[in-house]
DNA sequence: GCCATTACTTACAATTTTGTGTGCTGCACA
DNA sequence: TGTGCAGCACACAAAATTGTAAGTAATGGC
């Protein structure tokens, strides 16, 4: 996600397709593993780096920084440091972000009405009725 | 994508996260190289596998195949295979991936948006006026 | 002086994703 | 007899992402 080489065929494959398509692109810009859950979690209130943390199970110091700093580089959040001993820093959604929201909750119902549905599906007998062969 | 080690923390975290939001379930499914451009493809009409290729340019035989599997496994597309030499092999979109694309709309009106933004900022001199410290 | 605090950084290791090259099928056409 | 076709499978290599463990800074409380 960081540091890339810029000469291979990933590499090259990924500018290719994020130029050709905004959706790609967007895509590109949340596809971290906790990028979305960051958005979500401050998607109600500016959230200091130590509330992120507690509210995000499992991540890492470093994944938060990472994960932080490119959503900062990549126009979706503000970072505020304040000049303060420990220090204290925090985090909102930028106005850009903000458009996103609608469209993550879309994301979220799809999500759960799929998922529910690939359960019903698993769970019925398989009978293989789609392939004429 | 394909085989993961179940045991380790990159996994757990995965699953964890996937079970508790329908959001990074989502985007679980749709988080590859080429996959939302697969299924943006067939959001037209049926489309057989080397019609796909030939309109991803720079995909692999392997990669397409790989995806391509996934996302039937994953319920979003329907693979027809039909008896013949040289074998035919057709893919559509299920209801439920019918669902997504306002969804993918959405995201690429958003993605060409935040770029036209983002192209700005860069183009303008640098503040940090976001910063209080 | 000693320690806890907070938001990181660094070096490293493990895991996952992506890509390359080869080969296979079984028939048609030369 | 040889070649091409289409949709893969396989073994392998390269690259990208994620995670672990150890630091660092300056201050306030004891």
Redesign the interface.
Known sequence: MAKRKITS?NS???D??IDF???????D???G??K??IL?KLEQRILRFSELKKKL???SDRMLTLHLQELEQ??LL??????EVPPRVDYQLTD?AR??I???Q??????????S??EQ?EAEPVEEA????
Chains 1, 2 share one sequence.
């Open positions: 065929t090259i494959n990924r290719n397709l398509c905004g959706m790609v692109y967007a895509v810009l949340l596809g593993r906790w979305l859950l979500y199970p499992g991540i990549h126009g503000i970072r505020t440091v304040y000049a850009s458009l996103l609608p469209i993550w879309q994301l979220e119902q799809w999500g759960l009405q799929h998922r549905v690939m599906v789609g392939n004429r062969n």
